[in-house]
């Protein structure tokens, strides 16, 4: 890893002073008595820094960014927060806050749960793309991170599985969740670079198509359907939906085979290590984004 917390041009999370990061997280560090600025506050530093980085981009992120849009003097800034990559941790535990409201992780059955835990983590990366550019591997967990561990634990804790197994099916979530994500970024980058639209991309590629699907090499893809390739498709949709069936099987076998687990569990407590990254992401405030459009992993329709 380089200095200033980046591993190949990533940032990191945990880079920074741990003790310092945790103590601002938890509030139980000494706070600046009378801040430079009236009405300045660590809240207010992190919610400019998770403003400027949803507008830019995380590389856009630097002391100075920040206080040119709070309107005060950089080193003002360090009275708050010691530096970057502490700065770094408090807004991934801020973008991450859950709703208190208990109807927003669906019905209380654990598939309802984790398909609201899928679409909002989806949800929380389209709003805050810059998330994908950080390596969580080494979480720093405050209070939001570990209410939302808390909810989804609870509510899934009736599959019946060993604590490492509903940890294990929490990473299997986020990571399909991330996948998709960065695909999804992928494509508005490319669109924003090259300045074709998919279709027009698509388009300038229909003649060599054309006669590729002609030629008799290809008999599978130059049978597909016209709806194949279709932008009307949510493929996160389909694919969220076969890992909770998936899911449901294994649950349904557990239970035919062993019965409810029973007694404490010998699985010692989740360290840092052992937490996905990233920690659980938050459920809308008002429920999962289904206003979000779908998935456009897909190229739009070929030629056949």
């Known amino acids: 890893m380089t200095s200033g917390g980046r591993t ?5 999370s945990g880079s920074g002073d741990i003790t310092r990061t945790l103590d601002l997280l938890w509030g139980t560090g000494r706070r600046p008595s009378r801040g430079p600025k009236p009405g300045l506050t660590l809240e207010r530093v992190v919610e400019a820094a998770v403003e400027l980085a949803d ?4 590389g856009a992120l630097s002391m100075r960014r920040i206080a040119t849009e709070l309107g005060t003097g950089t080193m ?6 010691p530096g970057k990559a502490e700065l770094l941790d408090l807004m991934l535990d801020r973008v991450q806050r859950t709703s208190e409201d208990p109807g927003d992780f669906g019905d209380g059955h654990w598939r309802s749960t984790l398909e609201v835990l899928g679409r909002a983590a ?7 793309p810059w998330l994908l550019e950080v390596n ?7 209070p939001s991170a570990l209410d939302g561990m808390e909810r989804v634990m609870s509510r899934i804790k009736p599959m019946g599985l060993s604590d490492p197994e509903l940890l294990s099916v929490i990473v299997m979530i986020e990571g399909y969740v991330v996948g998709a994500a960065r695909t999804q970024l992928y494509q508005q980058e490319v669109e924003r670079t090259s300045g074709l639209t998919d279709a027009e991309f698509w388009e300038a590629q229909r003649p060599a198509l054309e006669k590729a699907m002609a030629s008799g090499r290809y008999p599978v893809m130059a049978g597909l359907t016209e709806d194949t390739f279709s932008s009307d498709f949510d493929h996160f949709e389909f694919g969220l939906q076969r890992i909770l069936d998936g899911l449901d099987l294994f649950v349904t076998a557990r239970t035919a085979k062993a019965g409810p687990a029973s007694g404490p569990s010998s699985a010692p407590a989740p360290t840092p290590s052992s937490i996905p990254a990233p920690a659980p992401p938050s459920a809308p405030t008002a429920g999962p984004d289904r ?7 897909a190229p739009p329709e070929q030629p056949a």
């Open 291 to 297: 206003s979000a459009p779908p998935d456009r992993s």
């Open 76 to 81: 003002s800034l360090y009275r708050y927060v």
């Open 55 to 58: 507008r830019e981009g995380i």
């Open 122 to 128: 989806l949800a929380l990366y389209r709003r805050h």
């Open 8 to 12: 190949g041009g990533r940032e990191t």
């Open 136 to 142: 969580q591997s080494r979480p720093i967990l405050g």
